[in-house]
């Protein structure tokens, strides 16, 4: 078969962000972008963030970071001196795309705008990437996870009814947020590769997790219904406004359960009621029941907590391994409630190869990543090269740029680089 | 329809509920023709089974679900066990530059509609197949919906309070995430193309984009060994971090303080000055010390004042706040409405609604949504006649067979 092309090979990323930005570089990068990560000279607050290499507090060691920006090289620019603003523009010189992540107007301030840059380079592609967009009343006001989750409604619909609405423990809004970018990023790159216009791209944190409320507006706007956070409980899949189960103890943990209609729904609630009468576990109604006659969308709460009553019980009995090569084996809906290690230990993962590890040399120790996010038959997407250290690549990409050892060197001592 | 980014794509969807339609929604608000293919016998989940229904009432043209994903589409109706079937659907392939599909694994091949089989007509194809496991490996036939996936992918597992059993994240929350993977390999399966003329298939697992989101909690298990756990509104190193509440019924503010600049911010938008140099809240250690004393004091002061409020003077006062936006909320926020986020559109059966934006602003080829979206079937005659260049006759004879149904 012949070589995997990297699709992105000749696009170069200038990557300012922060958090909310790190993955939209790390996809571009995945695809063969030549993405630089440019730091501040010290190393980019992020750096600080979540937890690190056997807990040593050392910016070197950081797991987020790691976590997103490998598949980038790192230089380290203070673009607000007048000198590393005027390098920034030789950078823009040799780029297609700009990510950054400052307060809307910051970049206009420094004369570092899309105005500007894309007088340097007209293809230029600036995608700008803040909480809450480039325009608008709130667009000066700043937050992080929390506010963020809350913010674009996502919270409103997770929780327990009598408790305060929660984030995910571990913040997802940085993920959506990247992610959202790079959709936007890779389609104006793709726009410039046919027309050569380059563009500005402004990116929403809030709007990007408001993706994440999936099909809920569509309750308000069409019959006025607020869908609210219902625990371990889905709402929303019957008219009557029965709400269904999804997360249910086990011997070991937990595991997401949920009485489903159609014709997966009703072979899982068939063969279910099958696996518990095995271990003499089934009482009558679920035995006599007609699952055929089963219809989700008009099913009513107590038909729902009956026999939800006697899954639960049953549940209760079995471990999430058993869980799972029960749904596995009988091609019912169901997963264990995975933990880390359980993903870690996934059998469909490994067999696909997902995992693959980079030397961190320093560290002497090699870590694993996941290797790719879609499998193509033409082009690569695949781990190139662990995240950068601070300046890691200044000789190199400085280099290029023709600068000196010794050029360097002067830069560093006036805090430049 | 027919501008912007996509003005010259034509993409045939074997695709149903969110994934797969949202990737060919995001492609028709930036100018795809898209044609979303489905059948009378196997209408599109959403349509069929999924609430909610205009004013209640279940019915294929009354889906919010569906109309949120397939806005600026059409619809055709082709039977794919109707004898001439499996014909027409590859007759459809075959216009398209791009087919996507999210049937089992292995389906479409078994149907003559695999890749090596449209690529057989259509030589420069892209198809997108997404799946929740993926196209091979041990559990790639195994169903599942994105409301199972959260949970193997770890989300619930890391989502609640401690004392509590965990909670589920909201609808198909993994489907999402593969929406956004999904277009980036799709644009990138184009850019490709545009290159070298060829086409290529792309495997989209669900689950693999899913596991993306959780990468630093994997790592912290891999090279710390320590499995991550739900901690409710907690944050390592911020306090207070929490949800308060509000004047008024289940109505909560988001405060998030993670240095002393903040907090001294924090303490003089809540007129307690004293609090400042307080010995339980001093540094950032004692307040993650004391934080239920604090988050005590901080809802104390919050439950007075409405969330708006509250947002609003804590971010003039250089605080991080937010409103815990209600979903009816979000058609409000002036920053959403001002991103265009929800756009009116008019439908024949459901009346004035909105459709959903995407969250990037392009300042050149801006977004368009100017259809809501369309009944079942409602394309069939432009698409077989106009497209496909059908003749009245034969048209009329694959509606009589059932093939177009």
Known sequence: MAEKVKVLENCRVLDLS???????????????????????????????????????????????????????????????????????????????????TFPPGFMEGLGLDYDTLSQINPGLIITSITPFGQTGPYKDYTGADLVLTAMSGFMSLVGDPDRPPVRVTLPQSYMWTGMHAATGTIMAYYHREITGEGQHVDVSAQASLLWACSIAP?????????????????????????????????????VNYIIYGGPAGIRTNVRMTEWMDSKGMAP??????????????????????????????????????????????????????????????????RSRDLWKTLAHEDLGEEIVYPSFFAKFSDIACNLWRRAPKIGEHNEEIYGELGYQVQDLLNMKRAKII | ??????????????????????????????????????????????????????????????????????????????????????????????????????????????????????????????????????????????????????????????????????????????????????????????????????????????????????????????????????DGNRHGYAAPHNVYPCAGEDSWCAISVFNDQQWERLCSTMEKPGLISDSRFKTILKRKQNEEELDVIVAEWSSEHPAEYLFKALQENGVMAGIVQGIDELFEDPQLVRRGIWAPVDHKVVGKHHAEGPPFAFSKTPFKIDKAFPCIGEDNERVFKEFLGMSDEEYQKMETDGTIG
Not at chain 1, 75 to 92: M, P
């Open chain 2, 1 to 230: 329809m027919n501008q912007g980014i996509f003005k010259d794509l034509k993409i045939v969807e074997f695709a149903a509920i969110a994934a797969g339609p949202l990737i060919g929604k995001f492609c028709a608000d930036h100018g795809a023709t898209v044609v979303h293919v489905e059948s009378y016998a196997r209408p599109d989940g959403f349509r069929a089974n999924y609430p909610p229904f205009k004013d209640n009432e279940p019915g294929y043209d009354r889906s919010g679900s569906f109309g949120i994903c397939n806005n600026n589409k059409l619809d055709v109706t082709i039977n794919l066990k109707a004898p001439g079937g499996i014909d027409l659907a590859k007759r459809l392939a075959s216009w398209a530059d791009v087919v996507t599909e999210n049937f089992t694994p292995g389906t479409m091949a078994k149907l003559g509609l695999g890749y090596e089989d449209l690529k057989a007509t259509k030589p420069d194809i892209i198809m997108l197949s997404t799946c929740n496991q993926g196209q091979d490996g041990p559990h790639a036939r195994h169903p599942g919906f994105g409301s199972h996936l959260s949970s193997l992918c770890g989300f619930t597992s890391v989502t609640g309070y401690k004392d509590r059993d965990p909670v589920i994240l909201y609808g198909p929350y993994v489907d999402h995430i593969g929406v956004g993977y999904g277009v980036v390999a799709l644009v990138g399966a184009l850019i490709h193309k545009h290159k070298t003329g060829a086409g290529q298939l792309i495997d989209l697992a669900q689950y693999e984009c899913g596991v993306q989101f959780m990468m630093p909690a994997l790592l912290d298990y891999t090279v710390n060994n320590r499995v991550m756990e739900r």
């Open chain 1, 284 to 349: 009558d109604h679920l035995k006599q029941k007609d699952w055929k006659k089963f219809n989700i969308a008009a099913v009513t709460q107590e038909e729902i907590d009956e026999i939800e009553r006697s899954n639960d019980d049953f549940l209760l009995t079995t471990t999430k391994s058993e869980f799972f090569e029960k749904v596995l084996e009988k091609d019912m809906l169901g997963y264990p409630v995975a933990t880390s290690e359980d993903t870690m230990k996934d059998e469909q993962l």
């Open chain 1, 18 to 100: 922060n958090e909310l930005g790190f993955l939209c570089g790390k996809i571009l990068g995945d695809l063969g972008a030549d993405v630089i990560k440019i730091e501040k000279p010290g190393g980019d607050p992020s750096r600080n963030l979540g937890t690190y290499y056997k807990d040593r507090p050392d910016p070197e060691r950081n797991l987020y970071w790691f976590s997103y920006n490998h598949n980038k090289r790192g230089i380290t620019l203070d673009i607000e001196t007048k000198s590393g603003a005027d390098i920034f523009k030789q950078l823009v010189q040799t780029a297609d795309i700009v990510i950054e």
């Open chain 1, 218 to 254: 569509s309750f308000y706007d069409y019959n006025g219904e607020v869908p609210k956070r219902a625990g371990g409980f889905i709402t929303g899949r019957s008219i009557t406004g029965a709400k269904m189960r999804a997360v249910s103890p086990c011997k070991d943990g937990y």
